[in-house]
């Protein structure tokens, strides 16, 4: 017994000795500005994680430091990096929403000595920036392969791909069109549109003239999917029978209410869909909304952030507080666990989450439009990377 | 031949949502001489009225218009008194200056009190469905908001250049000084011209909203817009910013059929054209 | 400007007084930028990026404020030069600072040059249409040509060789900063005795009444066109040093966005004064951040407001409302 008690004293004094008690997590997210509701998705993903777990690990209480970067910023991601290391010593870096503003705050960290979990953005190569970044989101590469082979189930030989002219859309065109040849189908035709395309009735018209069977489309979450769908439908192109395939970015759960029926019945493959039937994430949902307000407003990003929690903290434990981002990162290289999405794990060798990617359908349940998960495709890494 | 049809019901119907979110900004810029680069919060301001009246007070798609005109009209009177009266006559930044930030504060208002998401305008069933022209079917709230933007050019028209009120706001636009030794209570006419240009604003707003959906940044990601069909247009010309409206529609539909990679580059490449060959706008007066 | 009202009584010689007062405002500058450097050392990276857009807001002031050309699309500038500095430095292996601040000025000059014959074509509201159309352009070509520029992923693998081989640009930012302040007093310096020059005062001649300078028998349009080049060399500095202090180049450096707030920052500090320029952007950035670090969430509705305040209050900007109070001052002593 007095060993015991000698024990737990001698340890309790060495890591509060070892270490001061507040360690601050540093996050810069989009929390005001046209992706607002990302950011927001961030904070409750974070606040959600605080009120379940609490916020001391060990001896060590945790404190969030919100950087605001409403929109891609490389230059203001770095002038902000850099204060938040310098000026409040965050001990960690997490958020980033945006590609640029990742890839501007990756090479301050290993002078920093930080280590930055990703919480949203999905480009492959941003692991490669810097061995100090882990990843808990997605990849645009990651979420769109297993469409391919969906289609290919359904029957479907010919696709049009269209998709938002620029950095995600070009990945997800391309990891579809990979993973649709491969398997034998054929790209009648591959269409980039403008960033800020708000008609888009001639891309419908468009996609009539090709004579595909199915339209694969990437568009970020935000605005312009409303006017998509609604084209989709009202020229005719749903009753037509041309089924339109998406990554779950066309139909992020705050924007369902305003597609409204036009995007029943509509297929994407996601990492998360709110609905999710588990028990982690009833209990993720039921925190996340209570933080954000309301719950028609969770996304995505909030699922991300709430992991990304989950990774950090790991870290501290491992390091015993202690500022050390090499051995931190090297302490979840591999790690696994059951998240609100499923089961996933970090893979060791570019630190980005294997994961279940998910067939879900849109449906209507209680008055409320879901993303109802219809089908899984398990443990997908991420076939964008590739090794440095 | 069909094709060619359907492109052109397609940029005749963007043409003319073109033009009615922007012939306020041209009554605005135009007539008042004010670069209102706050004309898009207004319109927004029109969109979250009318979304809020259709969706959660359950009023008719009607109503819900001639609310969101006449509450953005009723926001604007003190911006007007307080703010918009300063700026007359100021010099062109300056109005930038205030305008912008008058726009900043309307978004983050509207981002506070409204929420960052997307806000949809419950339509009538008769809008919701498409129409058969024959050749192809289209969207029917597209022709609503075609047959909208004719009604309204021919209003505006028959206001400004067939009433008493015309007469006195063309007046106190050219020399306002001397249109107040006539007699003409300028402080009025520029008021009243104000309120209907955000009215104007309000109702494109609301009719426009199935192409631009109304959220908070919408202030700001169309302003641009605006600005090009109004001053491709001409400030203060109806028929200037009409045809500028469904030239810029028809250019930049085409362009997204035939090239849609290439789409912007069109756009603005028409933009620079006309601009060079008609520095005025296609219909405005010369200085 | 107070140096334009000459006063004959004067005993010493113009050329004399100028350098006097050149003097002065590059000690003031200085003496501003060590005191800043030693309030904020942890804030270096922010000032950095502010000095970066004060040579962006300087260039339009020299364009807008000096040549009277409206314009919402000088980002066109500091996006050449931002982009020509990384590519040299990632594509290329040219990652010697200085030599990248020289690459910089040279792709922003010819931008200036090239943009201006399209620009110069309007004429208010429509010089500011082309304008916005320049630089709308540019950034579809940026977004397009992702092979040299990174798309909308940014253009990354930029990493600028220690300067003079001996200072690293660190984690606090030292080095950039300190180049950064030199760079901005030797083009201040420069723009100081260029706005004051013959050529100076024709482009303010043209801004006040182009006809009668045509009359005269100057020549408007070119004149404007190296105005306009000069401004893009300024602006290019800007961009490369943005691309040096940053290692990364995104497409937000060829936006309207920023072109609208380099013009808000310059209305805010007094057109047609460069002690405005710099002023402005000072004030609108550091207020930003602070505002935007204390409420992230609706920072937004706070700058608008102070905007708006400006133009009630100080219509001039704030280099104006400081020098009518400066005047009321002298004028109440005397």
Request: aromatic share 8%; hydrophobic share 50%; charged share 15%.
């Amino acid at each position: 017994m007095s060993k015991l008690l000698l024990a737990s004293l001698t340890l309790a004094l060495t890591s509060s000795v070892a270490f001061a008690d507040t360690i601050k997590i540093g996050v810069v997210g989009p929390f005001s500005g046209p992706a607002a509701l990302q950011g927001k998705n961030f904070q409750a993903g974070i606040d959600a994680w605080l009120a379940i777990n609490g916020n001391t690990i060990g001896d060590d209480t945790i404190e969030i430091v919100y950087r605001d970067l409403p929109a891609p910023d490389p230059a203001q991601s770095a002038a902000l990096t850099q204060e938040l290391i310098v000026s409040e010593g965050v001990q960690y870096l997490a958020g980033y929403y945006y590609t640029p503003d990742a890839m501007a705050a990756a090479p301050i960290l290993e002078e920093g000595n930080v280590p930055m979990v990703v919480f949203n953005a999905a480009t492959s190569a941003i692991v490669n920036a810097s061995p100090y970044v882990v990843r808990t989101s997605f990849t645009t590469w990651q979420t769109s392969t297993p469409m391919a082979a969906v289609a290919r189930e359904r029957g479907i030989d010919k696709v049009i791909t269209v998709v938002s002219d620029y950095g995600p859309g070009v990945d997800s065109e391309a990891a579809f069109v990979a993973g649709f040849t491969e398997a034998g189908g054929e790209i009648v035709e591959s269409v980039r549109m403008p960033m800020n395309t708000n008609d888009f009735s001639p891309m419908m018209q468009r996609i009539k003239d090709s004579g595909a069977e199915a339209v694969f489309a990437f568009l970020p979450a935000g605005p312009a999917t409303l006017g998509f769908v609604q084209a989709y439908v009202e020229n005719g192109l749903k009753d037509a029978g041309v089924t339109l395939l998406a990554p779950g970015d066309l139909t992020q759960e705050p924007d369902l209410a305003a597609l409204g029926d036009n995007a029943v019945g509509l297929l994407t493959t996601f990492h998360y869909a709110v609905s999710h039937d588990s028990p982690e994430n009833e209990v993720f949902v039921e925190a996340a909304s209570k933080a954000i307000g309301s719950a028609s407003e969770l996304s995505f990003p909030a699922v991300g952030a709430y992991d990304g929690m989950y990774v950090i903290s790991k870290m501290i434990e491992a390091t015993g507080g202690n500022q050390d981002a090499a051995a931190a990162v090297e302490a979840v290289k591999g790690l696994s666990w059951v998240s609100p999405r499923g089961p996933v794990s970090i893979n060791p060798e570019n630190r980005h989450l294997t994961q279940n990617i998910y067939l879900r359908e849109v449906a209507q349940e209680d008055g409320q439009y879901i993303n109802r998960e219809i089908q899984t495709f398990e443990n997908q890494g991420d076939p964008g990377w590739k090794a440095p | 031949m069909q094709t060619i049809l359907s492109i052109g019901a397609d940029a005749l119907s963007y043409g003319m949502v073109l033009f009615i979110i922007s012939i306020g900004l041209s009554v605005t810029m135009g007539l008042m001489k004010v670069v209102n680069l706050a004309h898009g919060a207004f319109a927004m301001i029109g969109g979250y009225i009318a979304s809020y009246a259709t969706q959660q007070m359950g009023l008719p798609f009607g109503v819900a218009i001639i609310a969101a005109v006449l509450g953005t009209m009723l926001v604007a009177v003190p911006l007007e008194r307080f703010l918009y009266r300063r700026i007359y006559g100021a010099p062109e930044l300056t109005q930038v200056l205030m305008t912008i930030g008058i726009t900043f504060a309307i978004i983050g208002i509207a981002n506070f009190a409204m929420g960052p998401t997307l806000k949809t305008i419950a339509l009538p069933s008769q809008l919701q469905g498409p129409v058969d022209l024959g050749f192809r079917t289209i969207a029917a709230h597209k022709l609503f908001a075609a047959a909208v933007g004719v009604v309204v050019a021919i209003a505006l028209w028959f206001i400004i250049e067939r009433t008493p009120f015309g007469v006195r706001l063309r007046a106190s636009v050219d020399d306002a000084a001397m249109a107040g030794a006539l007699g003409i209570r300028t402080k009025i006419i520029y008021a009243v011209s104000f309120a209907l240009a955000v009215g104007l604003a309000a109702l494109g707003g609301v009719v426009g909203a199935q192409l631009l959906p109304i959220e908070p940044y919408y202030a700001l990601h169309y302003m641009v817009t605006f600005l090009v069909v109004v001053s491709v247009g001409g400030a203060g010309s109806i028929t200037g910013a009409l045809v500028a409206a469904l030239l810029l529609g028809a250019v930049q539909t085409t362009g997204r059929y035939l090239m849609p990679e290439y789409g912007e580059f069109f756009f603005y490449l028409a933009v620079i054209a006309i601009v060079c060959v008609f520095p005025n706008g296609l219909m405005g007066r010369s200085k | 400007m107070s140096e334009t009202t000459l006063n004959p009584s004067a005993s010493t010689p113009l050329w004399r007084r100028s350098v006097t007062r050149d003097l002065v405002a590059v000690l003031i500058l200085a003496a501003v930028a060590v005191a800043l450097f030693f309030l904020f050392p942890s804030n270096l990276a922010l000032l950095t990026r502010i000095v970066a857009m004060m040579l962006l807001v300087l260039s339009l002031d020299l364009v807008t404020g000096y040549s009277g050309v409206a314009t919402l699309g000088h980002a066109t500038l500091f996006g050449a030069g931002a982009y020509a500095a990384g590519i040299v430095a990632a594509k290329f292996g040219i990652t010697d600072p200085l030599l990248m601040l020289a690459v910089g000025a040279l792709a922003g000059a010819a931008a200036g040059a090239i943009s201006s014959l399209v620009i110069l074509r309007g004429h208010g509201l429509s010089q500011l249409v082309l304008s916005i159309a320049v630089v709308s352009l540019a950034h579809e070509a940026a977004n397009k040509l992702s092979g040299w520029t990174g798309g909308s992923d940014g253009l990354s693998g930029i990493s600028p060789s220690a300067l003079f081989g001996m200072f690293r640009f660190d984690l606090f930012g030292r080095t950039a900063f300190i180049m950064s302040v030199v760079l901005l007093l030797v083009v201040f310096v420069v723009l100081r005795i260029i706005v004051r020059s013959p050529f100076g005062m024709l482009c303010r001649g043209i801004k006040q009444d182009p006809v009668r300078i045509r009359a005269m028998g100057a020549p408007v349009y070119f004149t404007l066109v190296k105005m306009y080049a000069i401004a893009g060399a300024v602006a290019g500095l800007g961009g490369a040093l943005s691309a040096i202090a940053t290692k990364v180049v995104g497409l937000d450096s060829l936006s309207f966005t920023l072109s609208a707030e380099a013009l808000v920052m310059l209305v805010l500090g007094g057109t047609g004064k460069l002690f405005g320029a710099l002023v402005g952007t000072l004030v609108f950035v550091w207020f930003e951040d602070r505002v935007s670090a204390i409420n992230p969430f609706h920072w937004l509705t706070i700058v608008g407001c102070l905007l708006v305040a400006v133009v009630l209050f100080a219509p001039k900007g704030l280099t104006g409302a400081a020098e009518a109070i400066w005047k009321r001052m002298r004028g109440a002593r005397s």
